[in-house]
């Protein structure tokens, strides 16, 4: 048959055009919130449409909210910078690369972590077991550590005490 079936739930509210429109909106400006998108969708279209509504629309394409990550602000000429870096090392030879020794220092928290945390939960759920998240009265401490490796392998992972200065590293 030709006919078109019936189909379950309420027919779309807005067109293809004012889709594209949201999204071109969203891709222009990321911080945009869904109620200045609809407000100036609104004065495009003849049809009020919500927030809600653009919410769906851009989680259909895939764009969902969520904080941002945070990272220094880098100039044209870091850019560069970075960029020419990793050109000259891109060439060198095995040679070079035995004389490079990687290091790192960390600092790994005993009791907890200092990311954000998240729960789900229910009404009335406030108090549950595992719903808390457990403290203890003298903040739980830390470890400071420090490693490091090169083409010949890792070296010894050492504790630090203190904080690290000059002398220290």
Known sequence: STQNRSRHGRPKNLSGLAQRHIQRLCWGNRRLSAASIAAEVDGVGSQH?????????????????????????LKMMHKKAYKQFAEDKQTKDMDYWNHVLWSDETN??????D???????????????????PTVKHG??????????????????????????ANTY
Not at 108 to 113: P, T, V
Not at 154 to 161: A, N, R, S, V
């Open 115 to 133: 990311g954000v945390k998240c729960v789900w939960q229910q009404l009335g759920e406030e108090y549950k077991d595992n719903c808390v998240l």
């Open 108 to 113: 790994i928290n005993l009791f907890g972590s």
């Open 140 to 165: 739980g401490g830390s470890v400071m550590v420090w490693g490091c490796m090169s083409a010949a392998g890792t070296g010894e992972l050492q504790f630090i005490e203190g904080t690290i200065n």
């Open 49 to 73: 449409v919500s927030a809600q509504t653009i919410r769906r629309t851009l989680h259909q394409i895939g764009l969902h909210s969520c904080r941002p990550r945070r990272k220094p602000i």
